[in-house]
């Protein structure tokens, strides 16, 4: 049963050799397992699991089990974002996406262990504490949607939803050796989801596979009434079937080679550059072209990222306020001192810190300087990729400089840990799609697990706004040349 | 280097309570991220138009019709604090 990728299952159910009762409980107790704490030997991945067995499901989705980040609100479930401040909340809805997805016959197995408010790229900003990656224990799962990741990783959950603001989805999908795909801003609704930054958040799949990513897809995009943002996409979402890449043309991006030379602190490991450009190679067999493109903004995309979701959620964490919902600091003298308190002993460090960051950059006197600023630059990098997309069907990049590093590695200095996005977020502040696909293992005698052989390393690819579909070709066929050891971290 | 004040004052815009030990920390990792930041600073970008919404989205409003919203002791459920009327809160003239 554990061989089986989600939509295999579903196969399965359909042809009556598997039922989704069994496949639920099969789940169910490898999430209680192994998806609990670290004491009790598990990787910490799961902040709660389904008890019983789940209602009997006939949609398209046929009750396969799935997991959803924590931020997700979920009705009576637990939804706390990974945050003290929403301790024991348990909301009064479902997030639209896990409702489309419980509509279409998708069973709530598991919600997962995230980065607080999704600010981080490891998932040791947690009130949870750090899920670990289940290839090496003493490594990072990536973030913010670690504990998704980890989860499907390790087997624990045939597939999960994560967010994506800057390469939350990307990122952790990379390190944990899996497949997740940012789709186009606005595909997905965002109501229900415990909002970061508004205009960058997207929720998106992580997945075993190419053909799981696009069948979560399918069953979560389109206009919701409850999300003004949301957008009617212009086309279903098909089964990738790609086995050839002719006639694509792939661009490399000449500025996102190597963050380190102008950007201090990153550079691209080379055992990454050495899976990458063995990708390059297998895309050209594949019958792809691959030529150089600029983006002559990106090298600055990071920074614009980094003021504009810093404000938007220095404003939507505003009502983190003690009065409506989550925990409140006691023994007050007034309001306001309840107020400040409240948001002081609720919050954790890095959410004090892109509050205090946000606030500044909105005050007045500094307003025009970073947040109109970076405005503008994401109008620049936006004009970039539309520049670039003249030229060639889709970008590529490796998804990290980095393969998973250890626990507390960069938690000491901020900009260290930021840098983890430097390839993602320019397309998440273009608003376009892009997705990671495990391209081979880090060779590098320093970054080998437990399991030998090395550690995941992630292909991106980006295309045009609505290109998922072709994206999810091109990344299928490539996924099947590249032939990626899928199950290897499995518990 | 963003000064102590500075801090305080941001601090009190986001209603953010700061412990005397975590001022310093607090004015150092701000402007450390600050610093790196800055760099957009460089750019030229006198005639671009700052982007507001990434994707272009047209007939964002619904019909203005009145529905049933979250019954109220619903919404009561999760709060810390609640009367019969509302939501409880400390006396702001405190």
């Known amino acids: ?491 | 280097m963003i000064e102590r004040d500075e801090v305080l004052h941001v601090a009190r815009l986001a209603r953010l309570a700061l412990s005397d030990e975590e001022i310093e920390p607090m004015a150092r990792e701000l402007s450390a991220v600050l610093d790196h930041v800055a760099k957009i600073g460089e750019l030229s970008l006198d005639d671009v138009a700052p982007t507001l919404h990434v994707v272009e989205v047209t007939g964002a409003l619904r019909p203005d019709e009145p529905r049933p919203s979250l019954p109220r002791e619903v919404a009561f459920e999760q709060a810390p604090e609640v009367g019969d009327e509302g939501f409880l809160v400390p006396s702001p003239q405190a």
């Open chain 1, 1 to 491: 049963m554990l061989d089986l990728s989600a939509s295999a299952a579903i196969a399965e159910i359909e042809a009556g050799d598997l039922s989704a009762a069994e496949l639920f409980a099969f789940y169910r107790r490898r999430a209680a397992e192994h998806g609990g704490d670290v004491e009790g030997g598990g990787l910490n991945c799961l902040t709660w699991v389904a008890e019983g067995v789940a209602d009997a499901s006939d949609g398209p989705l046929a009750g396969v089990p799935l997991a959803v980040k924590d931020l997700f609100c979920t009705k009576g479930v637990p939804s706390q974002s990974g945050s003290h401040i929403l301790q024991g909340y348990r909301p009064p809805y479902t997030a639209t996406a896990v409702k489309r997805l419980e509509t279409a016959g998708a069973t709530l197995l598991a919600k997962a262990n995230q980065d607080e408010f999704a600010m981080g790229s490891s998932n040791e900003n947690s009130a949870f504490g750090p899920a670990l990656n289940p290839w090496d224990r003493g490594r990072v799962p990536g973030g913010s949607s670690g504990g998704s990741a980890a989860a499907v990783a390790a087997g624990l959950a045939p597939w999960a939803l994560g967010t994506d603001t800057g390469g939350s989805i990307r990122q952790p999908a990379a390190m944990c050796g899996i497949v997740g795909l940012k789709p186009t801003y606005g595909a997905i609704s965002r109501y229900g989801m415990i909002a970061f930054a508004s205009s960058l958040d997207q929720a998106g799949p992580l997945t075993r596979d190419v053909t799981d990513a696009a069948l979560l897809l399918k069953h979560m995009i389109g206009r919701d009434r409850c999300d003004a943002t949301s957008l009617q996409f212009p086309q279903e979402i098909e089964r990738p079937r790609a086995e050839r890449l002719d006639g694509v043309r792939l661009g490399v991006p000449a500025e996102l080679q190597n963050p380190g030379a102008d950007f201090a602190g990153a550079e691209v490991e080379p055992s990454v550059r050495a899976a990458f450009d063995r990708a390059l190679a297998l895309a050209q067999e594949l019958g792809a072209s691959v030529q150089e493109v600029h983006l002559p903004h990106a090298a600055h995309a990071l920074s614009a990222y980094y003021i504009l979701s810093s404000s938007e959620a220095s404003s939507n964490l505003a009502r983190f306020d003690g009065v409506r919902y989550g925990v409140r600091a006691t023994d007050s003298t007034g309001l306001l001192d309840m107020y400040t308190r409240t948001r002081h002993d609720g919050f954790g460090a890095e959410v004090k810190r892109r509050i205090m960051l946000g606030t500044y950059a909105l005050s007045s006197g500094y307003y025009d300087a970073y947040y109109g600023r970076a405005q503008r630059v994401r109008t620049k990098i936006a004009e970039d990729f539309r520049t670039a997309f003249a030229d060639v069907d889709l970008i590529v990049t490796p998804t990290s400089a980095n393969v998973a590093f250890a626990l507390g590695e960069k938690t000491a200095d901020p900009w260290s840990m930021y840098l983890s996005d430097f390839f993602t977020v320019p397309m998440s502040l273009a608003g376009i799609p892009a997705i990671s696909i495990p391209c081979g293992l880090s060779e590098s005698s320093d970054a080998v697990g437990p399991h030998g052989g090395g550690l995941p390393v992630g292909l991106q690819i980006a295309g045009p706004a609505f290109s998922e579909n072709r994206l999810l070709d091109a990344a299928h066929a490539l996924e099947q040349a590249i032939g990626f050891p899928e199950g290897r971290a499995r518990v």
